[in-house]
């Protein structure tokens, strides 16, 4: 069978509320370049389906972190309809490589744990991998938020781990968006550095 007979097969099968999801999410993208408050509103539906999609097919952890970002969906509307005066003077800012190394030991333990009790006493499926996914991603959400250049490449590496967990779960489409975000990540990562050198 050829690749391309193999992905139309793949994208038979595909759920419609996954296209749903990706479509939401590539306009979340889109509408946050152009800094539309209806990027946030795109950002809580797809993150609604995503959770609701994840715990499905029995990965719980990243179902929580989709609550999650549907919380975060909810306060980024708010800040953005509201304004936070303060957000304007935030420039970004970079870690010593030691605190990283403090948080990756930090956060490889809380993943750890999370993954011996989604192994040990739930269903999910790749325990480990997607607890770890979804502690890293939480925490880098808030550097992120803090504008900590590093917070991109947190974001690279917990992509590709997503990448390689949705194409087991069959969630094909979904890997697909994920090499644009690990893609995008790269970007971002390379515009703030610039931006960090200017001072």
């Not at 209806?38 to 715990?55: E, G, H, K, Q």
């Not at 005066?85 to 420039?91: F, I």
């Not at 590709?160 to 994920?178: H, P």
Request: glycine share 2%.
């Amino acid at each position: 069978m050829s690749f391309f007979q193999e992905l139309i097969n793949t994208l038979s099968t595909m759920s419609a509320w996954e296209f749903v999801a990706v479509f939401l999410s590539i306009a979340y993208l889109l509408l946050a370049m152009r800094q539309s408050l209806w990027c946030w509103v795109a950002a809580f539906f797809s993150t609604l389906i995503y959770a609701i999609l994840f715990f499905d097919a029995a990965l719980l952890m990243d179902s929580v972190l989709n609550i999650y970002y549907l919380f975060m969906a909810v306060y980024g509307w708010y800040s953005w309809r509201f304004g936070n005066k303060n957000d304007e003077n935030l420039h970004p800012s970079s870690w010593k490589i030691s605190l990283h190394v403090k948080i990756i030991l930090i956060l490889g333990l809380i993943s750890l744990a999370f993954g011996y009790i989604m192994d040990n006493y739930t269903h999910a499926d790749f325990a480990y991998l997607d607890s770890a996914t979804t502690v890293f991603a939480i925490f880098t959400t808030y550097m992120l938020a803090k504008k900590i250049l590093e917070n991109w490449i947190y974001w690279i590496v917990i992509d590709a781990v997503s990448i390689y967990i949705y194409i087991e779960k069959s969630f094909y489409l979904t890997a697909l968006l994920f090499c644009l975000y690990t893609i995008l990540a790269f970007i971002a990562y390379l515009q703030w550095k610039r931006e960090l050198a200017l001072g």
